[in-house]
């Protein structure tokens, strides 16, 4: 199956693009970077962060950069700002579903679960 994401920029009411999004694997104490991957016009990535052979049960955490995509709309943001990063912890446990990972975001909140 596979893992995707979906930003949307709840202070403004529109898909967040541009979002810059790292998935690592956890394993112990070592994380591996996975992919670097930037949403779309609709908030979306190009395609799925894991997918296929490499979708597997693990631990990973998946790095949203969220200040700098306020920062490149022209968003106020304080030095250092609310939060630069939203860092999402998530297990995958079944293989063979899909998972699915929205983030809701503004420059002060950040909202994420799990989607179908």
Known sequence: MKLTTHVLDVSAGIPAAGVRIELRALQSSVSQLLSVQHTGEDGRCVGPLLADEHFQVGRYTLTFYVADYFRSRGVPMADPPFFDEAVIHLGIAEADRHYHVPLLVTPWS???????
């Not at 950040?110 to 179908?116: A, D, E, F, I, W």
């Open 110 to 116: 950040y909202t994420v679960y799990r989607g179908g």
